[in-house]
């Protein structure tokens, strides 16, 4: 999701006490597919190198957009990309390209869709080298940040880490990986915990 690109201000500055009785971030609202993805994956560490490129991928999709936009669409997109296979995105060519491109249910970007065959084949250099999950995570030395913001106004767009980790992306043959995305990416993957003090999913990252 994120916090960092999405912030009407509906959402409020603290968190929301929903009808179970939990307190949640505001960002979600009360939209339901939101809510579960908040509770079951924002800021969970995630560990498995596909699944990161998976995520990596779909934020590069959401530059431009909101990321409800990008969930809603979560299911056309990994039927579209088999699965974020990197090994198999790797090899399309312009003939996949264009079947994309002609595809409703995704985001139909040719600089994105080219851009996912580019991060796809730099993955697989960084994989085979050292692992992708390896590779991130040593941004953070291995365990996630822990910032304990008490407001949305708490949370940055991006910080100096995001900005190295961006930088490095690029210069491997990533692309749609700004400062920005990658802090929102970091977030999303918990290799930052900006999941607001009062809210419940706090402890559980």
């Known amino acids: 999701m994120p916090p ?3 912030q009407p201000a509906s959402w409020g500055d603290n968190v929301i006490l929903h009808e179970d009785g939990l307190a949640r971030c ?3 609202g009360r939209d339901p597919l939101y809510v579960a993805y908040h509770d ?3 800021g969970k560490p995630e560990r498995d ?3 990161l490129f998976e995520k990596l991928v779909l934020d590069g999709f959401q530059a431009g957009l909101s990321w409800i936009t990008i969930l809603r669409k979560r299911n056309a997109f990994r039927e579209a990309f088999e699965r974020f296979e990197p090994a198999t995105i790797a090899g399309f ?3 996949r390209v264009h079947d994309l491109m002609q595809n409703v249910g995704i985001v139909r970007n040719r600089a994105k869709i080219e851009g996912a065959v580019l991060s796809a084949r730099a993955w697989l250099e960084i994989e085979a080298r050292e692992g992708f999950s390896n590779y991130l995570w040593g941004f953070v030395d291995g365990a996630p940040i822990d910032n304990r ?3 949305i106004s708490d949370i ?3 910080n100096a880490i995001s900005a190295r980790l961006a930088r490095d992306l ?7 990986c700004g400062p920005t995305i990658i802090y929102a990416f970091m977030q999303a993957v918990g290799m930052v915990n900006d999941h607001l003090v009062d809210c419940h999913r706090r402890a559980h990252g």
């Open 4 to 6: 960092a690109r999405e």
């Open 149 to 151: 913001p008490r407001r």
């Open 40 to 42: 079951e994956e924002w």
């Open 93 to 95: 060519d312009d003939q």
């Open 156 to 158: 940055p767009t991006q």
């Open 26 to 28: 505001p960002w979600p």
């Open 170 to 176: 690029k210069a491997r043959g990533f692309k749609f």
């Open 49 to 51: 190198s596909r699944a």
